[in-house]
């Protein structure tokens, strides 16, 4: 998912009109709540996922199959992060995702996006979780149970999570993307100075595994062609800072330069790891330069992985808050309801994030599913259902309209099939990692970050 790079700050003018959709206090909500909390999420959205993933993903596509999804998959969440920017354009009453459901589908549609919304941001919160644990037993080679790692590292996050108001520490995401980034860059060049990578054999002739072509089976396509996918289509979280910019109008402007920027990195990054690991890409891949250079990406990378768990949490517990309070004085009010409801939300849902995580203990998994899932309807199918509400009369038009009224009938479909057929990969591969081995058990104190390599 990738991060949004968009002038504005929460001090700049906010487009205040009420959407006809809200009552007063829902909106002032939305105001407080959502936008403040895009504004900080706006900018570590790649956060867990900025540790390349895409290597692994490579290894079933080949380099070519794999370098053709980055590009194809970039072109395709920016196309459709510009409908949505265009159609809140001509609805200025909606400010996220949800409100566009409402639009074009009535309750039922944005109760179902919501419902997405909340599932996407606790299981990236797990995400989030299995990182720091990851982390801190590469930093202390395995000193203690993972699961205790796992635990500390909902606690850290569901604390730092649980401040109500994040605004005035937006400074600290750019510390933690700034973190994360250096952490992957490290390991990037690591691997070209080592003379096989980590987890290969270390005595003998091997194979490295690097195929420009491959031929995956369905399940193997399908899981890494869904863990590419997501790594840049989180675009509906910029809707809510659209209001925030002083000129709207430079939306596209800073689309492009943020999807430009996030392409390039994610392409030339995952090429050159899978060029020099080729199958031997480590799990998590922070190791593949081996355990000296490990340990300094990780020491780097620690605040990032934290900082990106906790505004995923914070981002669900505050729609989760926002909803139980709505149309209450408790909603804005600092009352024992309010504060009791609002630390509920946040650790309720950190407590579901460490076992969301310690169940599918391995990344690559876990943000496959949070793609086919989540972001699959969201990123493909809606944005192609908002598009056919302003334009359903194109199926009458001239030959160039009918083709783009087909086409966004394709988006829908597509997204949809990539919901179905990357969950049902998805499930196959976790149990089939349970099968081998991969993954010992739910709850497994083994060491999640191989130290012993």
Request: hydrophobic fraction near 45%; glycine fraction near 10%.
């Amino acid at each position: 998912m990738a991060a949004v790079v968009i002038p504005g700050t929460p001090d700049e003018k906010i487009d205040s009109k009420p959407p006809s959709i809200r009552n007063e206090s829902e909106t002032a909500s939305i105001n407080e709540g959502e936008l403040e909390s895009h504004e900080v999420f706006k900018r570590t959205e790649d956060g867990v996922n900025f540790r390349n993933v895409i290597p692994s993903a490579m290894y079933s596509l080949g380099a070519l199959g794999g370098a053709l999804s980055v590009v194809g998959w970039s072109f395709m969440n920016t196309y459709t992060a510009i409908i949505q920017g265009d159609f809140k354009t001509r609805h200025p009453e909606c400010h996220t995702l949800a409100d566009m459901g409402y639009t074009v589908g009535g309750v039922w549609l944005k109760e179902i996006i919501g419902a997405l919304y909340l599932i996407a941001f606790v299981l990236c919160a797990g995400t989030g979780i299995i990182g720091l644990s990851t982390g801190f037993n590469a930093l202390s080679d395995h000193a203690a149970c993972t699961v205790w790692w796992a635990f500390l590292s909902t606690v850290i996050i569901t604390i730092a999570a649980s401040i109500r108001t994040l605004r005035n520490i937006g400074w600290l995401t750019w510390v933690g993307f700034l973190s994360i980034f250096t952490a992957v860059l490290i390991v990037v060049v690591g691997v070209t100075t080592v003379d096989r990578p980590a987890a290969a054999p270390q005595t003998g002739e091997f194979d490295l595994g690097y195929h420009v072509i491959a031929y995956p089976t369905f399940v193997e396509g399908m899981t890494a062609t869904v863990t590419i996918f997501v790594s840049s289509a989180g675009t509906s979280a910029f809707l809510p800072v659209i209001s925030e910019m002083k000129n709207p109008r430079d939306y596209r402007k800073a689309l492009y330069i943020c999807m430009g920027l996030v392409l390039c990195t994610y392409l030339s990054f995952s090429l050159v790891v899978y060029r020099w690991t080729g199958q031997w890409v480590a799990n998590p891949s922070l190791g593949s330069a081996g355990g000296t250079i490990k340990k300094v990406s990780y020491g780097i990378g620690l605040i990032g992985l934290a900082v990106s768990g906790c505004l995923y949490q914070h981002v669900a517990a505050k729609y989760l808050f926002v909803r139980i309070l709505r149309n209450t004085k408790h909603l804005q009010s600092n009352t024992l309801i309010h504060w009791g409801t609002w630390l509920g939300c946040s650790i309720g849902l950190g407590a579901v994030a460490f076992i969301l995580a310690e169940s599918i203990a391995i990344f690559n998994y876990l943000l496959a599913l949070v793609g086919s899932i989540c972001f699959a309807p969201m990123a493909i199918s809606i944005p192609g259902i908002l598009w056919l509400f302003d334009f359903w009369h194109y199926r009458t038009g001239n030959l160039w309209q009918r083709f783009q009224y087909f086409f966004h009938w394709f988006l829908v479909i597509l997204g949809l099939f990539i919901t179905v057929g990357g969950t049902y990969s998805t499930i196959l591969a976790i149990k089939d990692a349970y099968a081998t081995g991969l993954i010992g058990s739910a709850f497994s104190c083994a060491d999640n970050s191989n130290s012993g390599h």
